[in-house]
């Protein structure tokens, strides 16, 4: 099945959010794991809680919204682990960055998740650098990462001090759509037309013609050493964008490819 396609390229951890599948993709994992015959600690299993919207799960939301307090992240990450079938998960994120949040007891959450070993290790997602530095300051343990959108066609993290904090606390960065949600595939997007004519260019001088592949190898080339989430369903495709981690990318491919992207060449 799927577990074991990703297990034989390589790829070992499980993104998973409480809200993913409008609260059901944990459960259907929970069922995978269930008829898989390996052994738990050979893999990590992310998961994400803070987001509660109308849709039956949380009967008391009546809009959608954010909740990081202490009570919400231990009842949803007690959902979480019920739905999956483990006794734990390696990462908790704490999904989106509330402007509602209260530090201090967000980081009761966090820290009440660690000693009840149902969290190995805690983190965030999608939150900027001053929202990462405000918890991290509540917090006696380190945010391991923080779970951003990053990818040629999303090279905000580059510009606006995100991947700067990373390198700074040497926090290893988790990316989401890491191939700009298909658009790099999208024979009508024009944004992204030049971008795989130059993908191409540079796939000719490393032996490649596969633009995902090079496109994920401009990701990982980057200092702060993102790590990619691969969204595909598609198993065969798998062992292809496994290998981008070995394609290397040198200093003036990574600047090309950067000016196709942003349609302008740096100052």
């Not at 959010?17 to 738990?40: D, V």
């Not at 993102?226 to 964008?241: C, D, K, S, Y």
């Amino acid at each position: 099945g799927m577990i074991e396609a990703c297990l034989a390229s390589g790829v070992t951890t499980f993104d998973h959010a409480a809200i993913y599948g409008g609260y059901r993709t944990e459960a259907f994992f929970g069922e995978a794991l269930k008829e898989w015959r390996g052994q738990r600690e050979t893999i990590e299993i992310v998961t994400k809680c803070g987001i509660s919207a109308p849709t039956g799960t949380w009967p008391h939301a009546s809009v959608k919204h954010y909740n990081t307090s202490a009570a919400h992240i231990a009842e949803s990450l007690d959902r979480s682990l019920s739905m999956l079938g483990v006794g734990y998960v390696d990462l908790l994120l704490i999904h989106r960055a509330d402007p509602f949040m209260d530090a201090d007891d967000t980081a009761r959450g966090l820290e009440a998740a660690l000693a009840s070993g149902k969290a190995r290790h805690v983190g965030v997602s999608n939150f900027s650098p001053a929202q990462f530095a405000l918890l991290q300051s509540r917090l006696r343990t380190p945010l391991v990462t923080n779970q951003i959108q990053f990818s040629l066609l999303h090279t905000a993290p580059l510009f606006d001090g995100t991947l700067d904090q990373a390198q700074e606390l040497r926090r290893t960065p988790m990316v989401w759509s890491p191939l700009g949600k298909g658009r790099l595939f999208d024979p009508k997007d024009q944004a992204a037309a030049g971008l795989r004519a130059v993908l191409k260019t540079a796939g000719a001088a490393l032996g490649t013609d596969d633009i995902a592949a090079l496109a994920l190898a401009w990701l990982l080339a980057h200092p702060s050493r993102p790590v990619p989430i691969l969204g595909t369903n598609r198993t065969e495709r798998l062992p292809a964008l496994a290998r981008a981690a070995d394609l290397g990318m040198d200093r003036q491919t990574w600047f090309a490819l950067l000016e196709a992207a942003r349609g302008e060449p740096v100052p």
